[in-house]
């Protein structure tokens, strides 16, 4: 079956579709023909319906939080969904040392929300085959790996931040819910995304904000750590494919291969930028050493063999390519982050004890 016959007569709920990776969701499932997009999102400070620019016909918008369970019922009652994508998070970790409550709010009683209100409307509906609950989650609630090895689906969870620690929970929420009741639901596990629209407090759009007007490039620690980095329109064809291909009640990891040192990360910005700017100094100068991040993971690296030998996915943006690609767009978009900058996020440092 060709997806875009898998598609075309879906309605699908996607929570969290404003944010970085629910907004590319939402512009993939426009292309492929789903029938019928409906946004779940509470427009917090990392939302913004910008990112869905030009596909305003294809969706509609329920501002929701899923900490608010009447207001899910509701949803519900409107949407009809034969599929639910749970994208919606607090994700990012340095806010989790900040405030973790907010984690344990959106992220565990949403998501528990967010189960029993499927499970209900599932049942009423007479549990129809189709329907479907995929959760997204990180490689973040395995822990910390060393100089080798793999995390794969069998891996213990060993969550080491507020962020971490209240996905890991969700996970097991929804992993509870498919054995407990029968949800028909999957959980994917992914490295870091990056690519064009997303927040500038993330690591590689902060350094380009900050590499554009001259300020220090803060990499914490000795920035040896190493994390996997795959484009986001990778990961959500991978999202999809899920759906499409995947079977109820696993867990699958989805990554690129691409393992990255963060310090080597933010060397490849200075690089595409000193080309961009060959008459302003040396961008590297600008990188300084800061405290590190409390309880920072040292490695994260997956094996996806069992998504790839389900799906035969694999991801097409190097991330050579994707990091020059994402420079350029922060370079000629730099309207909408420098509004970021003025009302909601002026690239302070978040997440010290």
Same mark, same amino acid.
């Given at each position: 079956? $060709?997806? %875009?016959?898998?598609?075309?007569?879906?309605?699908?709920?996607? &929570?969290?579709?404003?944010? *970085?990776?629910?907004?590319?969701?939402?512009?993939?499932?426009?292309?492929?023909?789903?029938?019928? +997009?409906?946004?779940?999102?509470?427009?917090?400070?990392?939302?913004?319906?910008?990112?869905?620019?030009?596909?305003? !016909?294809?969706?509609?918008?329920?501002?929701?939080?899923?900490?608010?369970? %009447?207001?899910?019922?509701?949803?519900?009652?409107?949407?009809?969904?034969?599929?639910?994508?749970?994208?919606?998070? @607090?994700?990012?970790?340095?806010?989790?040392?900040?405030?973790?409550?907010?984690?344990?709010?959106?992220?565990?009683?949403?998501?528990?929300?967010?189960?029993?209100? $499927? =499970?209900?409307?599932?049942? @009423?509906?007479?549990?129809? $085959?189709?329907?479907?609950?995929?959760?997204?989650?990180?490689?973040?609630?395995?822990?910390?790996?060393?100089?080798?090895?793999? *995390? #794969?689906?069998?891996?213990?969870?060993?969550?080491?931040?507020?962020?971490?620690?209240?996905?890991?929970?969700?996970?097991?929420?929804?992993?509870?819910?498919?054995?407990?009741?029968?949800?028909?639901?999957?959980?994917? #596990?992914?490295?870091?995304?990056?690519?064009?629209?997303?927040?500038?407090?993330?690591?590689?759009?902060?350094?380009?904000?900050?590499?554009?007007?001259?300020?220090?490039?803060?990499?914490?620690?000795?920035?040896?750590?190493?994390?996997?980095? +795959?484009?986001?329109?990778?990961?959500?064809?991978?999202?999809? =494919?899920?759906?499409?291909?995947?079977?109820? /009640?696993?867990?699958?990891? +989805?990554?690129?291969? %691409?393992?990255?040192?963060?310090? $080597?990360?933010?060397? /490849?910005?200075?690089?595409?930028?000193?080309?961009?700017?060959?008459?302003?100094?040396?961008?590297?100068?600008?990188?300084? #050493?800061?405290?590190?991040?409390?309880?920072?993971?040292?490695?994260?690296?997956?094996?996806?063999?069992?998504?790839?030998?389900?799906?035969?996915?694999?991801?097409?943006?190097?991330? %050579?390519?994707?990091?020059?690609? &994402?420079?350029?767009?922060?370079?000629?978009?730099?309207?909408?982050?420098? !509004? +970021?900058? &003025?009302?909601?996020?002026?690239?302070?440092?978040?997440?010290?004890?």
């Amino acid at each position: 079956m $060709s997806a %875009e016959h898998f598609w075309k007569d879906k309605r699908v709920l996607v &929570t969290g579709g404003a944010g *970085f990776i629910g907004a590319e969701i939402v512009r993939q499932l426009s292309r492929l023909g789903a029938d019928q +997009i409906i946004v779940l999102d509470k427009l917090t400070y990392a939302a913004d319906l910008r990112r869905l620019d030009g596909f305003q !016909e294809y969706f509609s918008v329920n501002k929701t939080a899923l900490e608010d369970n %009447e207001a899910v019922r509701n949803t519900f009652k409107d949407a009809q969904p034969d599929i639910v994508i749970h994208a919606a998070a @607090e994700s990012h970790v340095d806010r989790s040392i900040d405030g973790p409550g907010e984690f344990v709010n959106s992220n565990i009683v949403g998501t528990f929300n967010l189960l029993q209100n $499927s =499970l209900s409307f599932w049942r @009423e509906k007479g549990a129809p $085959s189709q329907f479907r609950f995929l959760h997204i989650s990180t490689d973040e609630v395995y822990g910390s790996l060393g100089a080798s090895g793999f *995390f #794969n689906e069998e891996s213990s969870y060993d969550p080491r931040s507020p962020y971490s620690a209240s996905k890991a929970a969700s996970d097991h929420l929804v992993k509870a819910w498919w054995h407990t009741y029968g949800l028909p639901a999957m959980i994917t #596990n992914c490295g870091n995304n990056y690519g064009p629209w997303q927040f500038p407090e993330k690591l590689i759009p902060l350094m380009i904000a900050n590499a554009i007007d001259g300020k220090a490039l803060p990499l914490y620690g000795d920035g040896s750590q190493v994390r996997e980095w +795959i484009h986001v329109s990778d990961h959500v064809q991978a999202l999809l =494919l899920t759906l499409e291909k995947g079977d109820v /009640g696993e867990t699958y990891l +989805i990554g690129s291969g %691409e393992e990255r040192t963060n310090c $080597s990360v933010v060397e /490849g910005v200075c690089d595409h930028m000193n080309q961009c700017y060959p008459a302003r100094e040396n961008f590297s100068d600008l990188i300084v #050493n800061v405290q590190d991040r409390p309880g920072h993971d040292k490695r994260y690296a997956l094996d996806v063999s069992k998504f790839k030998s389900k799906t035969d996915w694999s991801p097409k943006v190097s991330f %050579e390519q994707g990091l020059v690609d &994402t420079v350029d767009w922060y370079l000629e978009n730099q309207s909408w982050w420098r !509004e +970021i900058q &003025t009302e909601k996020y002026n690239q302070e440092r978040l997440g010290v004890l």
